[in-house]
T-cell receptor, first 115, second 112 residues
Framework: EPEVTQTPSHQVTQMGQEVILRCVPI?????FYWYRQILGQKVEFLVS????????KSEIFDDQFSVERPDGSNFTLKIRSTKLEDSAMYFC?????????????FGPGTRLTVT | KQEVTQIPAALSVPEGENLVLNCSFT??????LQWFRQDPGKGLTSLLL?????REQTSGRLNASLDKSSGRSTLYIAASQPGDSATYLC???????????FGQGTTLQVKP
């Protein structure tokens, strides 16, 4: 069964460093998402991406964040200058958009620890 | 702005019990509602998806219902087992892109 994959599974970085989290969505999916979950808190929507541009973003997704699909298969989330409060589990999801009622498929997540 | 609430926050039951987890949402303009399972420190496993035009979905011992007009969904787990111990999340799909808005989750412990 096709699945969403994410790398790395765990990333440790120092405050102020740039990190790139990588995701490979399911190959025929068209809509891509990033979510995050701070320890003990709700899963929060960050951004959705369709047709090589951001479709929607939350108030969390400020200028420190960016997304791109560099090569038609990978989907990346970049955090330019990490802060302690960026420590969280980051989930990628993808969606076959014929109808927004379709299921989102989630990757296993990348745990980001900022020290 | 959509708000999703799950009650109770935690639940402990003996093995074999049937149980109901509740999810409520404030905006009924949703495309779908998904129930997920999350084990500690792990990712999200999709359990059931109910489209907005549907009333319920079943998978094995799990049954989820949706009442859009009242802004409620329930997840029914029959004959609970210790392996069902996990956090259960509900999420509504809405907005221009079908983004998911999650509840806080119900942490279930099933005791042998």
């Amino acid at each position: 069964e096709p699945e969403v994959t994410q790398t790395p599974s765990h990333q440790v970085t120092q405050m102020g460093q740039e990190v790139i989290l990588r995701c490979v969505p399911i190959s025929n999916h068209l809509y891509f998402y990033w979510y995050r979950q701070i320890l003990g808190q709700k899963v929060e929507f960050l951004v959705s991406f369709y047709n090589n541009e951001i479709s929607e973003k939350s108030e969390i997704f400020d200028d420190q964040f960016s997304v791109e699909r560099p090569d038609g298969s990978n989907f990346t989330l970049k955090i330019r200058s990490t802060k302690l409060e960026d420590s969280a589990m980051y989930f990628c999801a993808s969606h076959l958009l014929r109808d927004r009622a379709y299921e989102q498929y989630f990757g296993p997540g990348t745990r980001l620890t900022v020290t | 702005k959509q708000e999703v609430t799950q009650i109770p926050a935690a639940l402990s039951v003996p093995e074999g019990e049937n149980l109901v987890l509740n999810c409520s949402f404030t905006d009924s303009a949703i495309y779908n509602l998904q129930w997920f399972r999350q084990d500690p420190g792990k990712g999200l496993t999709s359990l059931l998806l109910i489209q907005s035009s549907q009333r319920e979905q079943t998978s094995g011992r799990l049954n989820a219902s949706l009442d859009k007009s009242s802004g409620r969904s329930t997840l029914y787990i029959a004959a609970s087992q210790p392996g069902d111990s996990a956090t259960y999340l509900c999420a509504t799909g809405s907005g221009n892109t079908g983004k998911l808005i999650f509840g806080q989750g119900t942490t279930l412990q099933v005791k042998p």
